[in-house]
Every structure is written in C-alpha cells, then in structure tokens.
C-alpha cells in the first residue's frame, strides 16, 4: 500500500525557534492534511491543502502542497510551549466505488515536537 | 470540537469476550470511519462508513465489524477480542465530497479515542 515518510521523527528545540517538518510518499494525492495531537485527544485538522503548489497558513503555521503532489511541509514559526505534541501528515486520495465516493487517509507516523520554555 | 463523542473513553477486557465501541455525531456529517492508532503504525483504517447501512472494510478490518443503522452513530465489533487487538480507537467523520469547482474528500475530523486494553 501506500507509504508515508514523515521526518523528523522527533524534535526538541527551545521556544521562539521556527520548525519545519515534511511528508514524501512514493505516490500521489490529490489532498495533503496536517493534524496535531495532543496526550489522550484525538487529532486536530490544523491546515489542509486541495491543490499541488499551494502555500496555505493558519496563524504560525505554514503548510505546503509540493508541485509534484508527492510531498507536502509543514512550518512552525516561533514556537511556543502549547505547540508540544505530535505533528501528522495525510495524504488523501479520492476513490470513487459503485457511485461512492470517499477519501482513504494514509497517515505518517508523526513528529513529536518538544518545545523548551 | 467538532461534535464527536466515542464511548467508552477506557476499556479493559479479556480474550475472547465481544467488545462494541461506539461513535457518536452530532454534525449530521454523511461519512464515518474507525481508525486504531499504534505504535510504530500510525492511524489505520479499520472500516467506514459512507451513509446509513452502508459500510466497508478499510486496511486493517479483519475481526472487525461495523454497524451503522442511523446518521448519527457508527459502532464497532469485535466479536471476540484478541490481544493484538490492543490499541487506541479513534473515529472520524467528514461532510459528503465536494461536487462543484472544488471535487474531492472533505477533511475528517476526529473523536477523542478509546483506549482498549484487552488481556
């Protein structure tokens, strides 16, 4: 099946660094989402990208869709203590089945980010 | 929080004894999904679900079955639970795909899992 590289597997860096983190996959999506977890929550959608070169914000977070729709990263500028947790890439590719259609998630297998006051 | 309560929050049970999991909504999204999450593996899709009484397997769906008799609530089976079936639950639910300039799969959004814990 589809796999997903997400790097780095963890991070520790001090507060106000910027961060940067990125997902490649060995096939195409037509759908790129970064999520957040915290300890005993589930993932929160923290930006999501439709369409291959787009640059997309959310406050300090900066999330690109690569070109060759492959790839996608995610920035952090500025880090604060609350971004501590575990960072997931998606990739998701639309099938359509007997008129359905839906989008099969492929996870990364995440970053944890610490982030020293 | 986008509406989403699964229960029970913590399970412990032993092997072999029917366990059901089950996902509540409050979005009257049309899809559904069951992910577990482990370590080493990620999230993976268990089965889900596309509108009432109709379902599908995902990846991991072996041992696994899913009901879904209203919008609102997705359940999960494990008819008899194995140690391997250890692992945090998680369901999602996403709005119907977009048909108009913009086609494809909304995002899905998350409960706040179910650990399982089965000896």
């Known amino acids: 099946g589809q796999q997903l590289n997400q790097s780095p597997q963890s991070m520790f860096i001090q507060e106000g660094e910027d961060v940067s983190m990125n997902c490649t996959s060995s096939?195409?999506?037509?759908?790129w989402l970064w999520y957040k977890q915290d300890p005993g929550e589930g993932p929160v959608l923290l930006i999501a990208?439709?369409?291959?070169?787009e640059l997309t914000s959310n406050g300090r977070l900066t999330a690109q869709f690569g070109i060759t729709r492959k790839d996608s990263f995610l920035n952090i500028s500025a880090s604060i203590p609350s971004d501590v947790g575990i960072y997931f890439c998606a990739g998701q590719f639309s099938l359509n089945a007997g008129g359905t259609s839906y989008g099969k998630l492929t996870f990364g297998q995440g970053t944890i980010l610490t982030v020293h006051p | 929080d986008a509406g989403i309560t699964q229960s029970p929050r913590h399970k412990v049970t032993e092997t072999g004894t029917p366990v059901t999991l089950r996902c509540h909504q409050t979005e009257n999204h049309r899809y559904m999904y069951w992910y577990r999450q482990d370590p080493g593996h990620g999230l993976r899709l268990i089965h889900y679900s596309y509108g009432v009484k109709d379902t599908d397997k995902g990846e991991v769906s072996d041992g696994y079955s899913v009901s879904r008799s209203k919008t609102e609530d997705f359940l999960l089976t494990l008819e008899s639970a194995t140690s391997s079936q250890t692992s945090v639950y998680f369901c999602a639910i996403s709005e119907a795909p977009w048909t108009g300039r913009r086609r494809g799969n909304q995002p899905q959004h998350f409960g706040d899992g179910t650990r399982l814990s089965i000896l």
């Open positions: 096939s195409i999506f037509n759908t």
């Open positions: 990208l439709y369409k291959a070169g």
